[in-house]
């Protein structure tokens, strides 16, 4: 597949873990793809994985000058933009509601909803000049459609990515740019390593626990993420707007995975 050939993609978060697997996709099938990150480093290491076709930015996205830098990078390096994955994102401190310092919630707030506002405005006014355009804005199955302890502001986040997607969609219809979100479950990456355990040797087992209480038996890899951002971006999803996808193997399917009489039978 060829689907992002003459294309310009912007990947923010694009040094981690599944913003670096979209940017390889979307490269892959042939759009040349700018690589934003905090951390330039992280993101150098992964254009130069892609090669020519791809630029490396360093821009915090709870900063407006910064996001109207790396679309201006964009269109400096390659002349437009064509399609934008909203993925930065942290996952936050794990802290008991009455504890939780309000610095926290800004901090998490500030780079998965407000970053992720400012990505989209930075970008709406390049979309809108090469005549249309696709967002895809990194959602999560746990905040989106469960929660977890500990956890209330990314899950207050990811929750309102939902609402994000829905908005922008009516709102930038008009200019023929469509707005989805992707949120997957579990994903076989650092970040929900290091959410959910502190013991450096536990990653087989920790991911292995989790495959057995996936209806589908597997933990998601940054590849399946990639491959539905770069559906939800491309022409095939031509007459999708507004909606938030789950890529999770079923993980929410079940609110009673945890009580004994559900228990998966053995075949
Ligand atoms: N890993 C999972 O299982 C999972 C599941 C559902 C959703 N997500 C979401 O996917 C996204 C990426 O997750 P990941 O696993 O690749 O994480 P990651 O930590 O590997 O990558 C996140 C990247 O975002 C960058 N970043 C952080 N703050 C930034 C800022 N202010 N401006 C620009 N860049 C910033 C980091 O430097 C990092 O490179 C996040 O939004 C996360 O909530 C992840």
């Known amino acids: 597949m060829n689907r992002f050939a003459g294309k310009v993609a912007l990947v923010t978060g694009a040094g981690g873990a599944l913003g670096r697997a979209s940017a390889i996709r979307f490269a892959a099938e042939g759009a040349r793809v700018v690589i934003a990150d905090l951390d330039m480093e992280r993101a150098q290491a992964v254009a130069a994985e ?25 269109r400096g390096a390659f002349g437009a933009l064509d399609v934008v994955f909203a993925n930065a994102g942290i996952g936050g401190a794990k802290t008991e509601f009455v504890d939780l310092p309000i610095e ?115 933990v998601g890899k940054p590849e399946d993420v990639a491959a539905t951002v770069a559906f939800l971006a491309s022409d095939d999803a031509r007459h999708i707007t507004g909606t938030s996808l789950l890529i999770d193997g079923g993980q929410t399917l079940q609110s009673w995975s945890n009580a004994p009489d559900t228990a998966y039978p053995s075949s």
Do not use: H
Not at 116 to 140: P, Y
């Open 104 to 218: 926290e919630w800004d901090r998490v707030m500030g780079v998965n909803l407000r970053g992720m506002v400012l990505t989209c405005k930075a970008a709406a006014r390049a979309l809108i000049d090469a005549g249309g355009g696709s967002i895809v804005l990194m959602g999560s199955s746990t905040g989106g459609w469960d929660t977890i302890l500990g956890s209330g502001p990314y899950m207050m986040s990811k929750e309102a990515v939902k609402a994000l997607a829905r908005n922008l969609a009516l709102e930038l219809a008009r200019y023929r740019i469509r707005v989805n979100a992707v949120c997957p479950g579990i994903i076989q990456t650092p970040l929900s390593f290091r959410q959910g355990t502190d013991d450096p040797d536990a990653w087989e087992g920790f991911f292995a626990r989790f495959a057995d209480r996936i209806p589908l038996r597997r």
């Open 50 to 74: 892609i090669g020519v076709e791809a630029i490396a930015v360093q821009a915090d996205v709870t900063d407006l000058e910064d996001c109207k830098t790396m679309v201006q990078a964009a």
